[in-house]
């Protein structure tokens, strides 16, 4: 039995389900969200837990029901104190600022986990750690998140496991450390390359794109009919899997250039999910992603989020912000704009350290 902080919940439910399954399959599991989801605790800290329901093959307990939390935390440092396993689920825009703000509670030689779709999470955290002294903390990142579910209330509703999740660590050495706290939790885990693995087989990279630009028409008519729009329903058109097989063909190239594994589209559907197909189209069709709810689209002149202006890193997808806004320290020449993560010059300012050996924790 493992000591685990899952710290955070989305609307995306990853860290209720995670709180749950864990806790259901014998852990004991202390939970508590960010200051912007505190309103999701008393309705825990009074059921004492959550409820499970729904089909169990998507948990790695195989257990529904009643999963009692053994604490429902205030506070971060309470969840965090003495704990060596921490799950993250955070919106990644905010990531370092959230992370940072926990770094000196962090149980000594903790690994820590972030339940994201890439972006980049260990690569980007890592040097925080170092500035702050604390590489005795490790972070690790994966291409997806472990789970896919919803959540009413304090009822959560598994809709997915995905298995065969690879993980990184910055460096590359240090992902057999990460392991031994990690697989007792995860038992399908195991070790990508590097961050440059799980980093370019976010699937979201291609997917998104794929999706989004042949339906930009239909979903901002549907977001000024006042309806919802089924992104991966009515949004999985042919045109959508043309775009999707060209831009996976390019990732290859990109993956070959840097000498990483190159999983096709279809293949990581097919390992996540066990939905077997041949193209890009197809893949899109299986039936986690079908039992996605339908959402309001948020295309159009108000806060356009499909077309947007805003220059966006190539290597992580947020935002390229001004620099006197921004506290990364990758700097564009050619103008002062800077990003989170940057694919350019990889090779000679990050490619070393992502897979480079390090000393052993002390």
């Excluded at 860290?15 to 505190?38: I, M, N, W």
């Excluded at 992370?99 to 890439?118: D, K, L």
């Excluded at 990364?328 to 694919?343: E, K, P």
Aim: aromatic share 6%.
């Amino acid at each position: 039995m493992s000591k685990v902080a899952v710290i955070g919940n989305t609307a995306r439910a990853i860290g209720a389900v995670c709180a749950s399954d864990l806790t259901l399959s014998g852990h004991e599991v202390r939970y508590t969200v960010f200051p912007e989801q505190k309103d999701q605790l008393p309705a825990v800290r009074k059921a004492g837990g959550f409820t499970v329901e729904g089909d169990a093959k998507h948990l790695i307990s195989k257990k529904t029901g009643f999963a009692r939390l053994d604490k429902v935390c205030d506070t971060t440092a309470e969840a965090l104190k003495d704990v060596e396993a921490v799950l993250i689920e955070v919106d990644i825009h905010q990531l370092e600022e959230k992370f940072s703000a926990m770094m000196p509670e962090f149980a000594r030689g903790a690994v820590v986990h972030v339940q994201s779709h890439g972006y980049w999470p260990a690569a980007r955290l890592t040097p925080l750690l170092r500035k702050a002294g604390r590489e005795d903390v490790l972070v690790t990142e994966a291409p997806a998140p472990t789970h896919a579910a919803r959540i009413d209330g304090t009822v959560v509703t598994p809709k997915g496991l995905r298995k065969g999740i690879r993980i990184a660590t910055v460096p590359a050495s240090r992902s057999d450390e990460a392991l031994a706290v990690l697989k007792p939790l995860f038992p399908d885990f195991a070790a990508a390359s590097s961050v440059l693995q799980t980093g370019l087989e976010n699937l979201n990279l291609i997917v998104h794109p794929a999706m989004v630009l042949p339906n930009i028409g239909a979903m901002e008519r549907a977001k000024l009919d006042g309806r919802k729009f089924g992104f991966y329903q009515e949004g999985v058109v042919p045109a959508a899997g043309v775009l999707g097989d060209a831009l996976d063909a390019e990732r290859k190239r990109v993956c070959e250039a840097y000498g990483v594994a190159h999983t096709p589209m279809a293949k990581a559907i097919e390992q996540y999910y066990g939905f077997r197909s041949d193209t890009f189209y197809e893949a899109m069709q299986n039936p986690v992603y079908k039992s996605f709810p339908r959402s309001t689209p948020t295309s159009g002149a108000s806060g356009n989020r499909w077309i947007c202006p805003t220059p966006s890193c190539r290597a992580c997808s947020l935002p390229i912000r001004p620099a006197s806004r921004c506290r990364c320290t990758a700097r564009s020449r050619r103008s002062s704009a800077c990003c989170s993560a940057s694919i350019h010059g990889i090779a000679g300012r990050h490619l070393r350290t992502w897979t480079s050996r390090a000393p052993r924790r002390r």
